[in-house]
């Protein structure tokens, strides 16, 4: 299945697009929110396997649907050094289809599940990870990322 394509800005404004990935492997996750406990796990383990992943030729970007500020200020706090992507309006995070149900504290509500999706060179996605633990993440990207590049 391909990639559902995106063109959003950055923590920094600059916009980007699935397009300006073609012919790498991406790493495309999407958090609930900046600055929370899991969500600040989830990109302290990502920021800190970067240089492992981008040695086996993969890019990280992060989606959520806080404002370009927050995810500067995100970045800045937790020095970030990947690309994190504003989607105020969630439209690629329904594309992806991780805008769904979710339930907290007793209560049920719609909101983005943390997903990710391993996008090959090609565009297409090779593989979907759901409701993923933030703490243990990265180990499984790596192992998969190992299998799928062999």
Known sequence: MKAPNFTLPDQNGTMHSLADYAGKWLVVYFYPKDDTPGCTTEACNFRDGRDMLESMGVKVIGISKDSVKSHAKFAEKHSINFTLLSDEDHAVI?????????????????????????????????????????????????????????
């Open 94 to 150: 329904e594309a992806f289809g991780s805008w769904k149900p979710k339930k907290f504290m007793g209560s049920e509500f719609i909101g983005i599940k943390r997903d990710t999706y391993l996008v090959n060179p090609q565009g297409e996605i090779a593989k979907k990870y759901e409701g993923v633990n933030p703490k243990t993440h990265i180990g499984d990207i790596l192992k998969d990322l190992a299998e799928l590049q062999k």
